[in-house]
């Protein structure tokens, strides 16, 4: 079975790798495709919150296509020894229609995503681009949610 792992380069696509990797058989899965979508004519940058390149503010020395390079490695090295096949893919487009398309291409048998990876409010949406590709995807959905974040004490100010 082919399994393609989208990122936006956020960190929760980074946790929803390693979920993938927790449970699943490798002796299942023929080939992993990590999956980065930039966006041309984007006014915001591809997120970048995994590698240890250019930070935020460092437009001069770095691209949205080497930010989405470095996520799309940093998330291939979550199943570098594990034994599938990985390829590195960074398509440009809209992210939701580009998994969607690279599903039908690569003929998946499951896609993983993030959910709340860049979304407003993490704890109820489950964002834009993973309800599309679950909805729209040829085949199985993994759509990996956030976890949920620490309560504050009802005695802080």
């Known amino acids: 079975m082919h399994v393609i ?6 960190k929760q696509s ?3 790798a390693k979920h993938l990797k927790s ?4 002796d299942k899965i023929s080939e992993i495709s990590v999956i980065a979508v930039i966006r041309p004519l984007a006014s915001v940058a591809f ?3 995994l590698s240890s390149g250019p930070r935020k503010g460092d437009w001069e020395s770095a691209s949205f296509r080497d930010a989405a390079d470095n996520a799309v490695a940093v998330i291939a090295d979550v199943f570098d020894g594990w034994g599938p096949k990985v390829s590195r893919r960074v398509r440009s487009g809209s992210a939701a229609n ?12 499951l896609v993983v995503v993030a959910a709340g990876g ?8 489950v964002g834009s681009t993973a309800q599309r590709v679950q909805h729209y995807a040829p085949c199985p959905v993994l759509v990996v949610r956030p976890k949920p ?6 005695g802080r100010a």
């Open 118 to 125: 860049r979304g407003i409010s993490e704890s109820v949406l």
């Open 149 to 154: 974040r620490a309560k504050r004490s009802a």
């Open 98 to 109: 580009e998994i969607i398309k690279a599903a039908k291409q690569y003929d998946a048998g």
């Open 5 to 10: 792992v989208a990122t936006d380069g956020s």
């Open 47 to 49: 997120a970048d919150e």
């Open 23 to 26: 449970f699943a058989d490798p």
């Open 14 to 16: 980074l946790a929803a």
